[in-house]
Nanobody
Framework: QVQLVESGGGLVQTGGSLRLSCVGS????????MGWYRQAPGKQRELVAR???????NYADSVKGRFTISRDNAKNTVYLQMNSLRPEDTAVYYC??????????WGQGTQVTVSS
């Protein structure tokens, strides 16, 4: 059974930092594109950052220069370092694993709240 488990969310003040972690189990994630998505109340889920198996990354414009995605294939783990957090970053953050063929896999989400 493939599972993704996120951790590291919480409440932080504007300008603060958090580091999210996502640990995968049940398959080899080194071949997957791993991503972080977020969904704020009343809004659609959106891509925050993504790292493919070769290490190339891409980011939403709104987080460029503030967030960094990384992966440790030996630990089946992907991280999201979030710096200079803003109230508009408040959302539930989800980890995603995308392989060559469907389905995608999702974690249960972790809440990030940034107070002003």
């Amino acid at each position: 059974q493939v599972q993704l488990v996120e951790s590291g969310g919480g409440l932080v003040q504007t300008g603060g930092s958090l580091r999210l972690s996502c640990v995968g189990s049940g398959t080899i994630f080194s071949f997957a594109a791993m991503g972080w998505y977020r969904q704020a109340p009343g809004k659609q889920r959106e891509l925050v950052a993504r790292v493919i198996s070769g290490g190339r990354t891409n980011y939403a414009d709104s987080v460029k220069g503030r967030f960094t995605i990384s992966r440790d294939n030996a630990k089946n783990t992907v991280y999201l370092q979030m710096n200079s957090l803003r109230p508009e970053d408040t959302a539930v953050y989800y980890c995603n694993a995308q392989f060559t063929h469907p389905p995608d896999y999702w974690g249960q989400g972790t809440q990030v709240t940034v107070s002003s």
